[in-house]
């Protein structure tokens, strides 16, 4: 599947995304190693998660779990909702996603773009509130059981519609009373549940990993890789530690629990240290099953402003416009090489997505300033030097 043949479908174009070599920011901060950087904002989707999202929805396909006739629910930060409706469009597959109010609007439009539907929730709530994105996905795919029929368009609007209002009116116990509910599952609704679903991490274990792998004929000293589900670093430290000895080292925002349950701290003691961050797509508030955190090196925390930074920077040296999880990869690489004194080896590090989801925050000076961001990203990134 090469990018220089013609494709019969954009299923074809996943997947193959190029290494760029980061040679100016080498000489700016002065690294002694080969930094290169997998764009995967080139897949068809803008992502790393094509892959996964069309991979998690074959497997449920050759399962039974899923026909044409059913609705895809699912709690997304956007990224894994545009793989999930990349796949949607083979056979009509209707998606509802549920969204938290954090992430951009881009994202929200993107995927009513590709015919999703959109629930936003609040995002300072607890995941096991009945008003987290998590749990308003539950309480949609129930709903749409409870029908247990195919449901037209107007059907759907109508009950998206209805959930929007009892998350927006905060009426806590009608979708608790909704969430208690004994409904049995049907062919429906089917939430893939990225955070759960072995696929996950095996779609990138099967895919992302061995090209990896390929592109650099195994010869890589470290990758770093940002952590939300985990299914990214999980698959590709497995795949690399079964065939190398690879360093493999996540990524986490200031404000998430991976990097204190890393060091063995208890997860409700981490949960208490938990706050709330801007950078998207990596980061959690809880232990999915989709990460092993055994597999993973070691782990460094990037902060907004120091991910946001470096974002720009990158747009302004390098000329790669890529989203704020990719500038939180590279300042954390840069730290972690430069603490240790790394040198003369080779660096992956992957950028997730890209900087066109991200206009009206990261690249957007207003939005920072009345966030209490500063500016001058060569003033913050002069840590680094
Ligand atoms: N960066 C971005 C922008 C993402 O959307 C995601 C997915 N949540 C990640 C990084 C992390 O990928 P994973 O879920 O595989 O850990």
């Known amino acids: 599947m090469g990018k220089e043949k013609i494709c019969n479908n954009v299923f074809e174009m996943i997947g193959n995304t190029p290494i760029l070599r980061l040679n100016k920011i080498e000489s700016y901060f002065n690294i002694n190693n080969e930094l290169y950087a997998k764009v995967e904002y080139l897949n068809p989707g803008g992502s790393i998660k094509d892959r996964m999202g069309v991979y998690l929805l074959e497997r449920a396909n050759e399962k039974g779990k899923i026909n044409e006739d059913t609705i895809i629910v699912e709690p997304t930060s956007g990224n ?24 951009s609007i881009e994202k929200e439009l993107l995927l009513k773009a590709y015919g999703a539907f959109v629930v936003r929730t609040p995002t300072e709530v607890k995941p096991d509130n009945p008003n987290s994105y998590y749990k308003v996905s539950e309480v949609i795919a129930k709903l749409i059981w409870k029908e247990n029929k195919k449901l037209k368009y107007d059907e759907i609007e109508k009950l998206v519609n209805y959930v929007q209002t009892l998350v927006n009116s ?24 990225q955070y759960f679903n072995k696929y996950n991490p095996e779609s990138h274990y099967n895919i992302t990993a061995p090209e990896l792998w390929n592109q650099f004929n195994g010869i890589l000293d470290y990758i770093f890789v940002g952590a939300g589900t985990g299914g990214t670093i999980t698959g590709i430290s497995k795949y690399f530690k079964e065939k190398g000895n690879t360093k493999i080292i996540g990524i986490d925002p200031v404000g998430s629990v991976y990097n204190f349950v890393k060091k063995g701290m208890s997860f409700e003691k981490a949960l208490k240290k938990a706050k709330s961050y801007f950078v998207e797509g990596i980061g959690e508030d809880i232990i999915p099953e989709t990460i092993e955190l055994d597999l993973i090196d070691d782990m460094i925390v990037v902060s907004d402003q120091e991910s946001f930074s470096m974002t720009r920077f990158l747009a302004k040296r390098e000329g790669i416009l890529v989203g704020g999880s990719s500038g939180a990869a590279l300042f954390g690489a840069i730290k972690y090489l430069k603490k240790r004194e790394i040198k003369n080896k080779k660096i992956a590090i992957i950028f997730p997505d890209g900087g066109r989801n991200y206009l009206t925050k990261i690249f957007n000076d207003s939005w920072l300033i009345e966030k209490g961001f500063e500016l001058d990203d060569e003033k913050i990134l002069e840590v680094l030097k």
């Open 170 to 193: 905060n009426k806590l116990n009608e979708l608790k009373s909704i969430l208690t509910q004994n409904i049995k599952p049907n062919i429906y609704a089917y939430i893939p549940n």
């Open 80 to 103: 894994t909702g545009v793989g999930l409706a990349l796949y949607g469009t083979k056979k009509g597959n209707k998606l509802i996603f549920t969204m938290p109010s954090k992430i």
